[in-house]
């Protein structure tokens, strides 16, 4: 079985991070190489990771879990639950809650402040920075829900007179969306 819960160990003070997966290897594939390149979300994790080195930290299952993934964050949440409560000064999970970072807690205001004042501005990292139309046609593509040609067939509908609202109630999305469709179908002539 390759799915359930794990410990990620720093060998050198015994804290931990507890976490879950309904694949193993490719979890902690992700966990490894965001560790090693500094930027895992965890920033105690980060921190010690970048004191011990990975020689310092090691893998241990806690549980194996059928590959369900309600019933995986539900195992999850039980072990969460324990350390929070019974070793809370070694666990380096920041959320409380399984699978959601933030459920529970909230920024402060003087956080949200920080937070809009660090990216404003000249502060954002994109600020005067020009966008190529090839980059905004990339990232509409990226955000599309059809294909080119579903797009296209669309609009040919569209213009050959049927309603962008019976289009949409025959797709199951809102008129909104056909609309977009058949606007990047013009844009980009395809």
Not at 168 to 173: C, F, M, W
Request: overall charge positive; proline content about 2%; charged content about 35%.
């Amino acid at each position: 079985m390759n799915s359930g819960i794990y410990k990620i160990i720093n060998k050198v003070n015994g804290k931990f991070y507890i976490g879950s997966s309904i694949n193993f290897k490719e979890r902690w594939k992700h966990h490894w190489s965001d560790l090693k390149n500094d930027r895992h979300v965890n920033a105690y994790l980060q921190n010690s990771y970048n004191k011990h080195g990975r020689k310092n930290f090691q893998i241990e299952i806690l549980k194996f879990v059928i590959p369900d993934r309600d019933l995986v964050l539900k195992e999850e949440q039980k072990f969460l639950d324990y350390f929070f409560e019974k070793e809370r000064e070694k666990i380096y999970n920041i959320a409380r809650y399984a699978c959601s970072g933030m459920k529970g807690r909230s920024h402060t205001e003087e956080a949200k402040q920080l937070l809009s004042e660090k990216l404003s501005g000249e502060n954002h990292p994109h600020y005067g920075k020009p966008v190529s139309e090839e980059w905004r046609e990339k990232i509409s593509k990226s955000r599309k829900r059809f294909t080119d040609e579903q797009e296209a067939s669309f609009r040919d509908r569209w213009k050959s007179g049927e309603t962008k609202s019976s289009i949409a109630k025959e797709i199951g999305v809102h008129t909104t969306t056909i609309t977009r469709a058949i606007e990047r179908a013009e844009r980009f002539n395809y």
